[in-house]
């Protein structure tokens, strides 16, 4: 009877002991989907180009003008509007921004990109005739809600076609607290 009570009370610990490791696998599989869900939240990526067919001149205008990047490659977190142009920060982070312009010569070929209205860095090219290329990039701390997009500087106008020569990216490089 002694040795059944012994066997009976060390069957009880293992089983308390199993039970508490269940616990610890559930808390630690909720503890995954919750890590994996956060990631997902920090995937925010997108590139663009001009158009999505056709081709031909855009500008020059009489002021400048945001230009809207239609031909989407890539909008994971769907940050980038293709219809306004505009990159919203939905997450405090640091970014990183890349703009590509090409155009045809005789007019400057100049853009900017422009974070909650005020300008950063520019991609500039001018020559009197044949192709211009020239591109630019830059690093930005956002909070959720601000914006950056790219603006054709009034005088100036691009050429784009089927071959995607001008590009806006960006994409989190990491969260900040």
């Known amino acids: 009877n002694n040795r059944f009570c012994k066997s009976w009370k060390r069957s009880w610990k293992i089983l308390e002991e ?7 696998i559930s808390n630690l599989t909720l503890g995954q989907v919750e890590l994996r869900k956060e990631n997902r939240d920090r995937e925010i990526a997108f590139s663009a180009s001009l158009v999505q067919s ?4 855009i500008g020059p205008f009489t002021t400048d003008i ?11 977190g769907n940050a980038y509007n ?4 505009v990159f919203t920060a939905p997450l405090k982070g640091a970014y990183m921004f890349r703009v590509s312009v090409y155009g045809n010569g ?11 209205g005020q300008h ?4 500039h090219d001018v020559q009197a005739q044949d192709r211009l290329h020239s591109s630019n990039g830059v690093v930005l701390i956002l909070e959720v809600g601000d ?8 005088g100036n106008w691009i050429y784009d076609d089927q071959n995607n020569r001008n590009t806006f990216s960006g994409f989190l490089l990491f969260p900040l607290r």
């Open 66 to 76: 945001t230009l809207t990047y239609k031909n989407v490659f890539t909008n994971i």
């Open 18 to 24: 199993l039970n508490k490791k269940n616990d610890e």
């Open 82 to 85: 293709p219809i306004t142009g």
């Open 106 to 116: 005789g007019t400057p070929a100049t853009v900017g990109i422009v974070k909650n």
């Open 54 to 57: 056709g081709g031909g001149d």
């Open 120 to 123: 950063t860095v520019m991609a």
């Open 147 to 154: 914006v950056v997009y790219v603006r054709l500087w009034s």
